[in-house]
């Protein structure tokens, strides 16, 4: 059975920093591009940030660009989202997500997590 388990979110203040994790298991994603998503509350999923297998290339979704890094360990089949100077805009169920035949469209995405909350207080 594939499972995407994310970890790492929680209760931060604004300007502080989270580390997010997305472990996997029942397959490997090693060949796999993957990504982040992220929902608040009344609003639709949205693209967060993506990387390719081999980790060289890398979108960001503006509102997180220059704050947010997303890299990946494929021996450990695990890949992280790094957050930094948090807003309070940034509160949000955070997705992993895997698979995708386009990094920027939920639907394309084959793999799914079920999220880690991140509420940034001000």
């Known amino acids: 059975q594939v499972q995407l388990v994310e970890s790492g979110g929680g209760l931060v203040q604004a300007g502080g920093s989270l580390r997010l994790s997305c472990a996997t298991s029942?397959?490997?994603?090693?060949?796999?591009?993957m990504g982040w998503f992220r929902q608040a509350p009344g609003k639709e999923r949205e693209f967060v940030a993506y990387?390719?297998?081999?980790?060289?290339?890398?979108y960001y979704a503006d509102s997180v660009k220059g704050r947010f890094t997303i890299s990946r360990d494929n021996a450990k089949n695990t890949w992280y989202l790094q957050m930094n100077s948090l807003k309070p805009e940034d509160t949000a169920i955070y997705y992993c997500?895997?698979?995708?035949?386009?990094?920027?469209?939920?639907?394309?995405?084959?793999?799914w997590g079920q999220g880690t909350q991140v509420t940034v207080s001000s």
């Open positions: 990387i390719t297998v081999g980790g060289g290339i890398t």
């Open positions: 997500a895997a698979k995708p035949k386009n990094y920027y469209y939920v639907d394309a995405y084959e793999y």
């Open positions: 029942g397959v490997t994603f090693r060949h796999n591009s």
